[in-house]
């Protein structure tokens, strides 16, 4: 029999060792950006800020990035980051989910428990990040035997809330 261990780790979870929560694994992408760019934070100067706009929902002006809610914000700063990297400054850009509900699935078989990723707080820090830049805000894993879902009920699905 197939048990599911559904981790909710909205997007704004996601968020890594590096941060302390969503928006500020934004800006640290953006800073990252800007450092691969050469670009002093002193001179990209961006004011952030959470509105009232639908959830998940971000803007970027020139100067100005905001998010319907902090996950928005973090998508925001993202993809200001993204825009960093590609032309060295901010383009004005609305974006939204185009759905609400954005996962992945992992299944995950016992002998996986014993496997240096699974017990990996480094790799499941990238994992949720990358989740975080694709704009994911669910993970579903999936435990093949009850007896795998069983053992990762211990303290490695802690280590997960650790990250989020």
Known sequence: MR???????????????????PVEFGKQELESALAARKISPKRFR????????????FRILPGQISGGDIRGLMYGLIEAAEQVRERGRLLPLR??????????RV???????QKEWYNSHAWWQEFCAMLARGHFNRLNAVY?????????????LDMLGDIS
């Open 3 to 21: 048990r599911t261990a559904i981790l909710g780790l909205w997007a704004a979870l996601v968020w890594t060792a590096w941060a302390a929560g």
């Open 46 to 57: 961006v004011v952030t800020e959470v509105t009232t706009s639908a959830a998940e929902s």
């Open 95 to 104: 974006g939204s989910p185009a759905i609400a509900i954005r996962g992945v």
């Open 107 to 113: 299944i995950i078989r016992a002998e996986d428990l």
């Open 144 to 156: 093949t035997t009850s007896a795998a879902a069983a053992l990762a009920a211990g303290p490695n």
